[in-house]
Every structure is written in structure tokens, then in C-alpha cells.
């Protein structure tokens, strides 16, 4: 893989060229798209003043999948990033290093950065983050084709900016990079704020990776996220890079997110859902179907019959249940169990995800091992705004996590009959209030 630039001041282009041994198609699920990437910046700010690392770290997180043996950069690396970068990687090799450039130079009064989406995440990491935190939110330009819809996501923004915070909107089209449109690496949210760093004297990146994408909760088998694969490769390329990560969310489940976001005074910016408009959620979406159950859990609210009837009249969400495991299933169980709803359709739901057995009453709390992957300088504070907010699992509530199994669920014969019902009863009722 080859990647030049064009720039000019407030703009930067990038293009991607593949060589023989490149992976075009690395999977079956998706391959490359578009090759010349936009990056638009205030008119005070010269990519040609990017550091060649944060720069490097850019192009790689945009085009990783993609690499075969080696990246030619747009601008030769410093020989620390070459050396950390492939102390981390096995798969490729950088190609072109300067070894007298100095790697990239943190200050003492530099300030955390973060990947901001406007999601319930994002804005629970930014309401435990220092208050001089600079989100920076990539603004995917849209096409024709797309549900997708900003509104909600600006409105956010303006808000946070509103609320004194430094919030930087960058316009990037990097997901058309991949088809289907996405993030090539997930971390690739970061990259309008790896790219300014020092514009904006940033001396770590935050991103609202909860505990379910971080230790696996809700997935198979509990992840020792810290040795694991994402936090080594990925954490170990953005440290040598001079941009360390900083996951202030990594310990808290989406039960403790949406908790944060509905006590903390910036929660209300938060909105889950990507297709409805600012505070007018779609209704209609997996999102929103997962969210109302669990806010109705969270403020101990029953549903009446009306929201119900709404609620399951969603063809997405019987896409999603039919799952076996329901992606975020725990959040399913631990909501379900909570409420107490006369409903046919919800107990069967229930049952499907064991809320009328299981209450995981640790779930949500903050999982301490977590601070390990908090940026030191910030660690103190979080920790202490964390728990304004949640209570720390016991050593006893720890070791259930670390025990986290779905597998005897998922091979069970009880969870396909229990699902067949449900799905089968769901759509009876699409069916009928059509
Ligand atoms: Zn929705």
C-alpha cells in the first residue's frame, strides 16, 4: 500500500494506492472503497504541520485491513514509531523511516482529547472526563443512499460547545473508504483528532468503548481486554505514536453509561439513536428498542400497554432478537429482570434472554481492573467522577465478570425454542398493526 497527500491550508487529501501483494477484499463481509480520502479543517490549520507520526498513525488506521506486506507513508516516520509500531505489528512493515526525526513532544499543559460521537457512550466518557476535555466529532459527509441522519448528532455538538467546551465538528470522509461504508479499524473515529493533536495541544486520545466491546461482557466469553489484541496493536501503535489511548468507559457496561448520561448535567445531549432527529428518536430502530427497555429498568418506570404495543411493532429489533446471543444481550437480561410488565410478548422476551432468572446485579457497577487503561495523568479524576455516578464492583462482583460465559445459553436447546417463540409471536404482531 502506497499513500500520498495533496493539502493545502484547511485541507487535507489523502490517496490510496494498492500494490500487488495488497488485500482489496480481506474478508467476505466487506473491501475496499473509495481511495482519496478528505479531511477539511479550520482555515487556520496547515496539514503540511502535521506531526509525520500522528500523520502515519492516520493513514494506517484508515487502510490497515487493506495492507498486505508493507505501507509507504505520505511522509517518512520517526524511528520510535517505526520501532513501537512494529513491536505491535506482525502482519505488515512501515517503509519508509526518517531516523532523525524527533518523535512527537508532549507538553505538561497539553489536555485530553476525545472521539466524540453525541451517543450515550461518548457523552458518559466525556461527563467523567476533566472539563477541559476537547471533543472532536468526525462529520461523515453523507450520500444519497443513507439513513443516517445528523441532525440529532449536530445538535449534540452545538450543545457541548454551548457548555464551554472547546468541540471541534471536522468534516472526513474515511468510511467511504471501506464498502460497506465504516470505520476500517474502530478506532478510526479518531483520526480528524489525531491529526490536529498538536493543533490543538491534545496529549491523549478517550474513546467511549464500553466494557461490552472492551472485556467481552455480552459476548461469548469474558476478553482480558488489556493483553488482548485491540489494546496491544492498536493502544501500543497510538502510544508510540505520542497520542496514547485514554478509555474512561472501558469498565462500565451500557447499563452504567445510560445511568451516567441520566444523572450527569451534560447527559441530556446524549442521543442513541442515528436515524430519528434531535430529541425525536425513530422509534423504529434496534437502538431505540434496546434504550426504551432499559431506561424504563433505570428509572423504575413500568411501560403501559400502548408504549409495548409500539415498542414490539419494530422489524429491526426482530431481526436483532432472533440472535442467538442478542448482540448486548446483558443489557436485555438485566433490564427485563428489573421490570415487572403483564405483557405477553415481553415475558417472552424475558424468558429468551433469562431476565426471569438472572438480575446481574453487579452490572451496573464500575469494573476497577479498568484503570489500567486510563491515561494516568487523568486516572485520579475519572476514578473520582466515576463514582459520583456508579458504585465499584466487590472483588466477589469481579470474578463473576472474569467468569463471564454465554456459551451453555447459546447451546442450549431451551434458547432456540424460547427464541423461535418469541420471533414467531413478534411478527404476528408487525403483522397485525400494519
Ligand atoms: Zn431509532
Known sequence: MK???ISEPGKLVLYLELEEDDRPAPTDKYQIGKRIITTIFPEDFDPEDIHPDLLGLSCILICEPFIGTRITLPKPVSKHFYEGHKKVTSRYTIANVDEKLKPRKIDSDYVPGLAFSGGVDSTAALSVMPHNTVPVFLDRPLNGRSMYNKDAAYNSCNEVSRLGYNMNIIQCDLEYARKPVG???DVANSVPAILMADYLRLDSIAFGTIMESSY??????YRDYPNGNHYTHLGGMFESAGIPFNLPVAGISEIGTSIIVEKSPIGFIAQSCMRGIWK???QNCWKCFRKLILDAAIEDENMD????????????????????????ENVLTWATNKLKIDNELFSLLKKRVRGDTHSFPWMNKWFPDSEIVLHEKYGDEIKHNIAR???TMTEEECEYLREWSMEDMINS?????????LVSNMKDHIKSHQ
Open 389 to 391: 455516578y456508579l458504585e
Open 3 to 5: 499513500v500520498g497527500m
Open 280 to 282: 425525536s428518536p425513530c
Open 183 to 185: 470505520f476500517p479499524v
Open 216 to 221: 467481552g461482557l455480552g459476548h461469548k466469553n
Open 305 to 328: 400497554n400502548d408504549t409495548i404495543t409500539r415498542l414490539f411493532n419494530n422489524k429491526e429489533a426482530m431481526r436483532f432478537v432472533s440472535g442467538i446471543p442478542i448482540k448486548h
Open 413 to 421: 436447546e431451551q434458547t432456540a425454542l424460547d427464541r423461535d417463540n
